[in-house]
């Protein structure tokens, strides 16, 4: 609890893939109090939640939707909750890559939770480097028109919006800017990030890092967050105003639905068929246009122990084992992780062996990434040629 009585608050938000769990995953590990964390993922499988959860027991997850908009009430219900359980020091909350930050803040300033919580930081993390390509580069406006653009902005149904915008919403009304994945690219690049930033907003602290890796203080105690300043921003008048369902100049109710504005979506691709290892390999070398961020558990075959955890983020495809399938474990150590996990997707044949793909982009053919997953399904005791992927924990595939 800080001096006003609350329990601070800390948001994470930043495109998608751009290190938002890795970062939860390092505060999760290294900070000095005891967290609740709540994390929102787009796709209707969390798998962000399932990897945090490895660290502690407090995670709360809220999937297939996005906080900011139509599970709003579920963030409201939760937060709630979690403030009568009073079992942790600082609420961590990390959004969806598609969600705007303001409405999230709204929620603790003047909302439902403001009473319990007091809004400490809006953090946001940038990837960069994919940061000015998105912002500066293809059907993107320049920024300064972005912001002049929005205030008075007319949308209309089924007109999307350049992702890049999103990214500039989210920039804007930071406390806190994470400069991550600063080991991709040279000093020049990171500098020429910071300019753009900081033109966008100068009030945030800027902080760079590898693999989400910073002074957890940083992003919890960095006690920036000020409503009446960022009121004032475009994006958070923007947000706020669509989150409480203003009309457009149509006339007609406009729903904020990042998903829809910014054309982005999302589907699971789910099997109980191992995949196989080669042609997998394969396909992350030869990956289907469109897609922005995926990620998931596979089932290879010819390993019946380990399961294997899939990321792709733009460019970077990685797979690594992830841990064992319960089904390979002995029968009493069987019985004891299902107890353990009672909501456990368990098939009578298979036991939690299975393939979990999310795949979220801009104008993916999804018809056609179907079929490629289908085409590599295999039978369980299906020969294996090639296994290009590591057995050992510390080991990374990367296409
Ligand atoms: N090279 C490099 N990779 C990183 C860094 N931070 C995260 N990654 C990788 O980027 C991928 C996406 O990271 P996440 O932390 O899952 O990203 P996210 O923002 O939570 O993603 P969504 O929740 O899907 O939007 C993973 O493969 C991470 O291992 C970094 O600083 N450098």
Same mark, same amino acid.
């Given at each position: 609890m800080?001096?006003?009585?609350g329990t601070p &608050?800390?948001?994470?938000?930043?495109? $998608?893939? /751009?290190?938002?769990?890795?970062?939860?995953?390092?505060?999760?590990?290294? /900070?000095?109090?005891?967290?609740?964390?709540?994390?929102?993922?787009?796709?209707? &499988?969390?798998?962000?939640?399932? $990897?945090?959860?490895?660290?502690?027991?407090?995670?709360?997850? $809220?999937?297939?939707?996005?906080?900011?908009?139509?599970?709003?009430?579920?963030?409201?219900?939760?937060?709630?909750?979690?403030?009568?359980?009073?079992?942790?020091?600082?609420l961590?909350?990390?959004?969806?890559?598609?969600?705007?930050?303001?409405?999230?803040?709204?929620?603790?300033?003047?909302?439902?939770?403001?009473?319990p919580y007091d809004?400490?930081?809006?953090?946001?993390?940038? @990837?960069?480097?994919?940061?000015?390509?998105? &912002? !500066?580069?293809?059907?993107?406006?320049?920024?300064?028109?972005?912001?002049?653009?929005?205030?008075?902005?007319?949308?209309?149904?089924?007109?999307?919006?350049?992702?890049?915008?999103?990214?500039? /919403? *989210?920039?804007?009304?930071?406390?806190?800017?994470?400069?991550?994945?600063?080991?991709?690219?040279?000093?020049?690049?990171?500098?020429?990030?910071?300019?753009?930033?900081?033109?966008?907003?100068? +009030?945030?602290?800027?902080?760079?890092?590898?693999?989400?890796?910073?002074?957890?203080?940083?992003?919890?105690?960095?006690?920036?967050?000020?409503?009446?300043?960022?009121?004032?921003? @475009?994006?958070?008048?923007?947000?706020?105003?669509?989150?409480?369902?203003? %009309?457009?100049?149509?006339?007609?109710?406009?729903?904020?639905?990042?998903?829809?504005?910014?054309?982005?979506?999302?589907?699971?691709?789910?099997?109980?068929?191992?995949?196989?290892?080669?042609?997998? /390999? @394969?396909? $992350?070398?030869?990956?289907?246009?469109?897609?922005?961020?995926?990620?998931?558990?596979?089932?290879?075959?010819?390993?019946?122990?380990?399961?294997?955890?899939?990321? *792709?983020?733009?460019?970077?495809? +990685?797979?690594?084992?992830?841990?064992?399938?319960?089904?390979?474990?002995?029968?009493?150590? *069987? !019985?004891? *992780?299902?107890?353990?996990?009672?909501?456990?997707?368990?098939?009578?044949?298979?036991?939690?062996?299975?393939?979990?793909?999310?795949?979220?982009?801009?104008?993916?053919?999804?018809?056609?990434?179907?079929?490629?997953?289908?085409?590599?399904?295999?039978?369980?005791?299906?020969?294996?040629?090639?296994?290009?992927?590591?057995?050992?924990?510390?080991?990374? %595939?990367?296409?």
């Amino acid at each position: 609890m800080n001096a006003s009585g609350g329990t601070p &608050v800390t948001v994470l938000s930043g495109a $998608l893939g /751009a290190g938002k769990t890795t970062t939860l995953d390092h505060l999760l590990t290294n /900070a000095d109090r005891r967290l609740a964390v709540l994390v929102n993922d787009m796709g209707e &499988v969390n798998i962000d939640a399932e $990897l945090v959860a490895n660290r502690t027991g407090n995670v709360t997850e $809220l999937s297939n939707g996005c906080i900011c908009c139509d599970l709003r009430d579920d963030l409201e219900v939760e937060v709630s909750r979690l403030a009568r359980e009073r079992e942790f020091d600082h609420l961590v909350v990390e959004s969806s890559g598609i969600s705007e930050p303001a409405p999230v803040a709204s929620l603790f300033t003047t909302g439902a939770a403001s009473a319990p919580y007091d809004l400490d930081t809006l953090v946001t993390v940038v @990837d960069v480097s994919t940061f000015r390509g998105t &912002v !500066e580069g293809g059907e993107t406006v320049e920024t300064d028109a972005v912001a002049r653009d929005r205030p008075g902005r007319v949308e209309r149904e089924g007109e999307t919006r350049p992702l890049g915008e999103l990214l500039v /919403a *989210q920039v804007e009304t930071a406390d806190v800017v994470l400069l991550n994945k600063c080991d991709l690219v040279g000093d020049d690049e990171v500098d020429a990030v910071e300019d753009l930033i900081r033109s966008l907003n100068p +009030r945030a602290n800027l902080v760079r890092s590898e693999h989400g890796r910073v002074e957890p203080a940083e992003l919890l105690d960095s006690g920036r967050f000020d409503l009446d300043t960022v009121s004032e921003t @475009d994006a958070w008048k923007h947000a706020v105003a669509h989150a409480e369902g203003e %009309f457009d100049g149509e006339g007609g109710h406009d729903h904020h639905d990042p998903a829809t504005e910014y054309g982005v979506e999302s589907f699971v691709v789910r099997a109980r068929r191992p995949l196989d290892p080669g042609a997998f /390999a @394969d396909f $992350l070398r030869d990956f289907p246009e469109g897609v922005i961020r995926s990620k998931g558990i596979v089932w290879l075959a010819g390993e019946d122990e380990h399961s294997y955890h899939v990321e *792709q983020a733009g460019p970077s495809r +990685r797979v690594e084992v992830h841990g064992r399938w319960i089904a390979g474990l002995e029968e009493s150590r *069987q !019985e004891m *992780q299902r107890r353990m996990h009672p909501d456990l997707d368990w098939d009578e044949e298979h036991g939690d062996r299975r393939v979990e793909l999310v795949f979220i982009g801009k104008g993916m053919d999804e018809a056609e990434i179907r079929e490629r997953v289908e085409s590599m399904l295999v039978d369980p005791d299906a020969v294996v040629t090639a296994h290009p992927f590591p057995t050992e924990a510390d080991e990374t %595939f990367v296409a």
